[in-house]
């Protein structure tokens, strides 16, 4: 097995930064519904040009990697425990190279093992099946859209939908619904794997196997295939829109399956992942471990780039900031302007804003702009260097940004998915603004940013430490401003009017 970990490796390398065709190509349909002109088509663009970023360099879609979740099957007779140590080794060298963000923490002591190796992680699943070669399927499926899995247990009332019940027509609203509850915080559009029935620990883990079926594969199961169908048109008329903007493009793909029940449970299992949808596999020699053939993509063919234009397009109306930022020129912001982001930056996320409740700040955040980012850095020659920093998911700093932002003086945050009353309220009380990055967008925003300065709090782990940056043009859009608009807030309401208009069973 001479080959096997580097095999592996390549696996992951090109999991992590090269989407797979049929991904690329609901993607590019994405592009094509959306409404010039809209925020919706703004993100779109943006992750375009993400995405062939990512593949040119051989970078990280997106910084947040996942969980690295294996699916092998193995001829009767080769030894299971040599390949898991391979992939065991395989994921740990493809961290330190920077193909994966070190995304392993001790669940009792908050400790981030730094390799991606950990109890239970990565997480590899073993059949055997009957065929002479060993395969190996890999999904990266990042903690954003995974924390947007629900699980449905029918009969229910379900929110704008009314009562689901123990029939298709209830499944139906249940993966609507899980549509609809994702809103921006899954970094629409989503791609849904579904499973009707089973228990609940089985049904989750048949969903997430949905996800390694095609976007545009069909299924063989007849009423399966009208429900998918079904689902994609009437999914994409909520009008939650790429990162939640609002827009027409909210789901590129969704596969169902179903399995036996007990008689008294009904589960509908649902894994939502998101436009990031890294997913490939290989085929490789039972021998000696070589790659024979590469599964859902053909690395003999040419990729062609998603984006049309390059880079963000400049429409000149553009807010450009520099900070420090002043409570003047916050208060001057409204919802939906693009702003231009240059000067300094501090990132922070869940370990960071759990300190801060404690602890003075290790640096001045007057006038700061706080970014929710969990990178990617590797140190170079004494150097640290970032590889990938996209947003993540705001709403988990709810319970505590409005007192960052009062104590502190914090004036800009910057995240993805929105906030909720309470950070707004800060908002306007205090002078400070809310601004929408693209989620996913990791290669764009690390190009934005020119130096490292410092980082603080390192001990929290590479993604929760608080990394002090410096950016120049940092795109995004004020979603929430300090008159207490909220883009999210609308764009939640309307697509719960445009659910609840929906004529379903
Ligand atoms: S694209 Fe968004 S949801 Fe997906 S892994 Fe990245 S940050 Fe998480």
Same mark, same amino acid.
């Given at each position: ?37 809209? *925020?919706?088509? *703004? ?48 994921? =740990? ?22 390799? @991606? ?49 123990? #029939? &298709? ?19 629409? !559009? ?10 609940? =620990? ?17 299924? !063989?199961? !007849? ?52 436009? $990031? ?11 000696? +471990? ?41 208060? $001057? &912001? ?26 003075? !700040? ?17 140190? *170079? @020659? ?7 920093? +996209?947003?993540? #998911? ?6 505590? *940004? ?33 601004? @929408? ?35 120049? @043009? ?25 659910? =609840? ?5």
């Amino acid at each position: 097995m001479e080959f096997l970990t580097a095999s592996l490796i390549e696996l992951i390398t090109q999991t992590s930064t090269n989407l797979p065709p049929d991904v690329r190509a609901a993607m590019g349909l994405a592009l094509e519904t959306e409404t010039p002109g809209t *925020q919706s088509a *703004q993100a779109l663009g943006i992750i375009a040009t993400n995405i062939d970023m990512a593949q040119q360099d051989e970078s990280p879609i997106c910084q947040d990697t996942g969980m690295p979740t294996f699916i092998v099957h193995t001829p009767v007779g080769v030894n299971q425990i040599r390949i898991k140590k391979a992939i065991r080794e395989a994921v =740990a060298e493809a961290t330190r190279r920077g193909k994966l963000r070190p995304n392993s923490v001790d669940s009792l002591t908050g400790k981030n093992s730094g390799d @991606n190796l950990g109890v239970e992680t990565p997480v590899i699943h073993f059949e055997q099946w009957e065929e002479d070669e060993i395969e190996v399927k890999l999904v990266l499926k990042g903690g954003g859209c995974e924390n947007k899995n629900i699980q449905y247990s029918l009969p229910c009332e379900l929110e704008h939908l009314g009562k689901a019940g123990r #029939t &298709l027509e209830g499944v139906r609203k249940c993966i609507l619904h899980s549509v609809w509850q994702a809103q921006g915080h899954g970094c629409a !559009p989503g791609a849904l794997g579904v499973c009707i029935g089973s228990d609940r =620990a089985h049904g989750y883990l048949l969903a997430k196997e949905q996800l390694f079926r095609t976007l545009d594969d069909v299924n !063989p199961n !007849p009423v399966l295939a009208k429900l998918e169908a079904e689902i994609m048109q009437e999914a994409n008329r909520i009008g939650v829109g790429s990162m939640g903007f609002g827009g027409k493009s909210s789901l590129i793909g969704c596969k169902i399956t179903a399995a036996n029940r007990l008689p008294a449970s009904f589960f509908v299992s649902v894994a939502y992942d998101c436009w $990031a949808f890294r997913r490939l596999g290989v085929r490789l020699d039972a021998v000696n +471990g070589a790659i024979t053939q590469w599964l859902y993509r053909d690395p003999s063919r040419v990729v062609p780039k998603m984006a049309k234009t390059e880079g963000f397009p400049l429409t000149g109306r553009e807010v450009v900031l520099h900070s420090p930022l002043t409570e003047a020129q916050v208060r $001057a &912001l409204r919802v939906g302007d693009v702003v231009l982001v240059s000067g300094e930056m501090f990132t922070g996320r869940d370990a960071v804003h759990a300190y801060l409740m404690d602890h003075e !700040p290790p640096a001045d955040l007057h006038g700061a702009v706080l970014y929710h980012c969990g990178p990617v850095m590797l140190q *170079q @020659n004494g150097e640290w260097k970032v590889k990938a920093a +996209g947003p993540t #998911t705001s709403s988990r700093e709810e319970p505590y *940004q409005a007192t960052v932002i009062e104590r502190y003086g914090v004036r800009a945050v910057i995240g993805k998915g929105g906030m909720g009353a309470k950070t707004s309220a800060a908002l306007e009380k205090f002078g400070a603004v809310y601004l @929408n990055a693209i989620g996913g967008a990791a290669q764009f925003y690390a190009r934005t940013v020119e130096k490292v300065l410092d980082v603080n709090l390192l001990d929290f782990g590479i993604p929760e430490a608080m990394w002090h940056l410096k950016v120049n @043009n940092f795109a995004a859009i004020v979603t929430m401003d300090a008159h207490g608009n909220s883009l999210h807030r609308d764009v939640e309401a309307e697509t719960g009017e445009a659910l =609840a208009g929906m004529e379903l069973g």
